[in-house]
Every structure is written in C-alpha cells, then in structure tokens.
Nanobody, 124 residues
Framework: QVQLVESGGGLVQAGGSLRLSCAAS????????MGWFRQVPGKEREFVGGMWWKGSSTLYSDSVKGRFTISGDNAKNIVYLQMNSLKPEDTAVYYC?????????????????WGQGTQVTVSP
C-alpha cells in the first residue's frame, strides 16, 4: 500500500502562485508515476499533470501547460505542483495520485492510490 498526503492549498488572488506538496509513504518503491488531478463539484476528476517518478518525464494538460510545473524529491518521497499565473477557473480540490504502472496516464481510473485532496481557491 501507498499513502499520500497533500498540503499547500489555500486562497490566492488571480495571477498569484501556490505550491502543493504530496508526501508519499509505504511501498513507495512500487510507484512509477505520480499524478495530479483536480475536481470541482458536479464535474469529473480532471488530469492536471504527471511525472515519471523514477525519472524526469512529465505530461501536462493543455489547460495548465506553461503555468504549472511538477517536480519531485525522491529522497524525501515528495512530489510538488508549482502553480503560477493562477486563474479563477483553476479553483478546485486538487488530488495527488500514484500509479504502479507506466506510462503516464490521464485517466483517474489508472491510478491505484489517492490522497485526501486539498482545496485551491483563486479569487478574481
């Protein structure tokens, strides 16, 4: 099993920045991909981005490409989501997820482990 705990959410004005963290514990050696998703009430969970945990390859959704960056610290088992130039439409609950398979998938169903989520609210 893998446990994931997100932190770093909050309220920010449009144009501002936030950095989310996701700490992984347990069988972290089994992780191949770490992903970030977001969800607003009434909508499906949306892929934000992902990275190959054992390397540096990343994949982003078109809606965040150029504004968000995923990075990881394997020694600490932490993955980060740096969010810049935030927009009100980025408001959502953000989740990190772990997948013991490759390649990076945009489908939430591919991921076996999930954190509890952290709220990000961007005011106009």
């Amino acid at each position: 099993q893998v446990q994931l705990v997100e932190s770093g959410g909050g309220l920010v004005q449009a144009g501002g920045s936030l950095r989310l963290s996701c700490a992984a514990s347990g069988r972290t050696f089994s992780i191949y991909v770490m992903g970030w998703f977001r969800q607003v009430p009434g909508k499906e969970r949306e892929f934000v981005g992902g990275m190959w945990w054992k390397g540096s390859s990343t994949l982003y959704s078109d809606s965040v490409k150029g504004r968000f960056t995923i990075s990881g610290d394997n020694a600490k088992n932490i993955v980060y989501l740096q969010m810049n130039s935030l927009k009100p439409e980025d408001t959502a609950v953000y989740y990190c997820a772990a997948d013991p398979r490759w390649p990076i998938s945009k489908s939430p169903g591919q991921y076996d482990y999930w954190g509890q989520g952290t709220q990000v609210t961007v005011s106009p």
